[in-house]
């Protein structure tokens, strides 16, 4: 009943707004420029995104073109590729399900002239349901508040495999009238309940073609009562102190406000994280699990970590035009020094506890010609960009992390060449884990890795080709046996990608591919993947109705994909499944009237077709064909 009210919701809605086409009255009711938005991660201002661009792409573990989806919405994501740049500090290492998280760098925090509301939600086949909503206003021309929420639940194609999320923020922002002095402050909770059934314990081929599954929910599998659960608190808090001279800056004919000419920041972040990770198995699984070393009716395995972290920097802001689609302009250097504390804190012996403290520094720099001047020099239109970490003391002692990187604008277009590297103890989950079928206490040394990359940028970003070399040395992996191993050797590898969108009138072809290399086995990953989209786009109704109508493929050679440790929420190697026979198809239709954007789509549209279906992770297959509706609603008020 909930769907149906839904659906003729849209329709009634689409049809006022189409009526209302050319009504003054409600024309000024819409406009995206209204609303800007920044983050930690970036803090130049944006417009939030009202196109129909990839709106398609609605899975969190998707809408990169190396990510993919394992099973469920709100399974872990897959990656394609290695996550091997990371800063250095203490990590857990369990992050398959962050893509579903609220992160405290990418909350967004929002000035907007008017209060502002998103409403998205999704539901598909299987009883899945994805609702999220995003209320943001000023108060003021100084403070703005806010609060989201997200909300996931689906029951997936077989047997227990039930995914629940309960995300909560809330976040706000304040600057004085001079603007000397602003505070940032975001508070969330994310709690994740996902079910496991360990995969089909039937042959894979089967599932497909076997008269006895009138429904996928009567495939036995392999665990009926296995759940992760994580629990995520964090409270996070930026304060900035603008140093410098007062001016006074005409606002209109009759009217001045006092301005800080800003000459440097000084910069305070707090944050307070607590997370926990728990496993639960109300069976002893003996065919599945390799052994049990505590308890034999019952398996209950937690890591409980909580964080205090506080950041002191002192920023050197530089004078620069920022323009859209182009990098900052200036002849100034700017940087930043700073200094940061955290302290981790663990329940029981999962761990010991760790203190870090971390120095840095950074560098910018970007030459241009004087306004008027033609003549290029070696050095004209190009950025310099240096920045490196080091840990002082504790565990992580002797970790750092670098990188330098020359960009070089020719005409429209962008040219980057980057050297980077960094040394890291393995994660909490590499060196020790305590559970009920799975105990190690490893003493492993520290993992380096050093890589060049070089890129190149053309037509808006239309084309993109990009190459990266490194060499990875004594990586932590996790063997067949799913227990953490050490490699002592190194690796080397190697990752080309192309970027290509191409359009034929009202046609358009986009195109991402990628081509990898790695000298050893260990690293389980596609030497081929690709990502393609067609689609036609037009505007009807006066233009009042955008649509696009395509298909995304997805496509990768055959690799030995690794399996998935439910207990520890780790990926493992493995050898007796091989993946890539299958092209994975979604079949759209985009559409947007004004502020309501609408997706219909097919996932999987071709199964039968092409074949009956597949799994990424051994034994764990992939959804079948299934309908999706959503609707994104924005809203000024």
Not at 182 to 193: E, L
Not at 451 to 474: E, M, P, W
Request: hydrophobic share 35%; with cysteine.
């Amino acid at each position: 009943m909930v769907r149906i009210i839904l659906i003729v919701a849209t329709i009634v809605f689409s049809y006022n707004e189409l009526r209302a086409i050319g009504d003054d009255s409600t024309y000024h009711r819409f406009d995206p420029n209204w609303t800007k938005f920044r983050s930690w991660n970036n803090p130049y201002e944006q417009t939030i995104d009202t196109s129909l661009t990839l709106f398609q792409r609605y899975h969190p573990a998707m809408r990169d073109y190396f990510m993919r989806n394992t099973g469920n919405l709100g399974y872990p994501a897959y990656r394609l590729i290695p996550l091997l740049y990371q800063s250095p500090g203490l990590r857990t290492g369990i992050n398959a399900f962050d893509v579903y998280m609220y992160k405290a760098d990418d909350v967004k925090f929002y000035n907007t002239r008017k209060p502002y509301t998103s409403l998205y939600y999704l539901m598909g086949s299987g009883n899945e349901q994805w609702f999220q909503g995003n209320h943001t206003q000023n108060i003021g021309k100084n403070y703005n508040v806010g609060f989201a929420f997200n909300r996931i639940g689906s029951d997936g194609t077989y047997a227990n495999m039930r995914t629940d999320y309960y995300n909560i923020l809330a976040h706000q922002s304040f600057k004085s009238n001079n603007q000397r002095y602003t505070i940032d402050f975001c508070a969330y909770r994310n709690k994740a309940v996902v079910q496991f059934n360990g995969g089909v314990s039937a042959d894979i081929d089967s599932v497909y073609i076997n008269p006895a599954y009138i429904t996928k929910k009567v495939v036995p599998v392999n665990l009926d009562s296995a759940t992760t659960q994580i629990t995520e608190r964090n409270l996070s808090i930026k304060q900035q102190i603008h140093l410098g001279p007062t001016y006074q800056e005409k606002v209109n004919d009759t009217l001045t406000k006092k301005q800080v000419d800003t000459k440097g920041v000084f910069i305070h972040r707090f944050d307070l994280n607590e997370n926990v990770y728990r496993f639960t198995d109300d069976k002893t699984d003996f065919a599945y699990f390799p052994q049990v070393l505590n308890n034999t009716e019952k398996t209950r395995d937690s890591i409980a970590m909580q964080t205090i972290s506080n950041e002191l920097r002192f920023f050197l802001p530089e004078q620069y035009k920022l323009k859209r689609d182009s990098l900052p302009v200036s002849n100034q250097m700017s940087g930043a020094i700073y200094a940061r504390h955290r302290l981790y804190r663990f329940a029981g012996d999962a761990f010991d506890n760790v203190q870090n403290l971390n120095i840095g520094a950074e560098w910018f720099k970007f030459i241009q010609n004087k306004p008027g001047t033609f003549k290029q020099t070696l050095w004209s239109n190009t950025g310099l960009f240096i920045n490196a970490e080091y840990s002082l003391i504790d565990y992580n002692k002797g970790e750092y992390s670098y990188s330098g990187t020359i960009t070089r604008r020719i005409f429209q277009n962008l040219l980057n060449i980057t050297y980077y590297g960094n040394r890291l103890m393995p994660s909490v989950v590499e060196q020790r884990f305590r559970g009920n079928h799975f105990q190690w206490d490893n003493r492993y040394r520290a993992v380096t890795n050093s890589c060049f990359r070089i890129s190149y940028t053309a037509f808006g970003d239309k084309l993109r080709v990009a190459h990266a070399q490194g060499i990875l040395t004594n990586p932590v992996y996790f063997g067949q046996n799913a227990l953490p191993v050490q490699l002592n050797g190194s690796v080397n590898y190697s990752l080309t990608s192309l970027k290509l969108l191409l359009k034929f009138s009202k046609l358009y072809f986009g195109n991402e591919i990628a081509g990898q290399y790695f000298s050893n086995e260990i690293m389980q990953y596609p030497r081929l993947f690709s990502v393609h989209s067609v689609y036609y786009a037009n505007t009807v109704f006066k233009k009042s109705l955008q649509f696009q109508i395509g298909m995304d493929v997805f496509n990768n050679g055959n690799f030995n994909p690794y399996d998935f440790n439910v207990n520890t929420s780790q990926y493992f190697v493995q050898a007796q499944r091989t993946y890539g026979q299958y092209i994975w198809t979604d079949a759209f239709v985009n559409l947007k009237i004004r502020s309501v954007r609408v997706l219909f789509k097919v996932d999987n549209v071709l199964q039968g077709i092409l074949g009956n279906g597949t799994d990424l992770i051994p034994q764990w297959p992939l959804p079948d064909r299934s309908l999706k509706l959503i609707v994104n609603w924005m809203f000024w008020n």
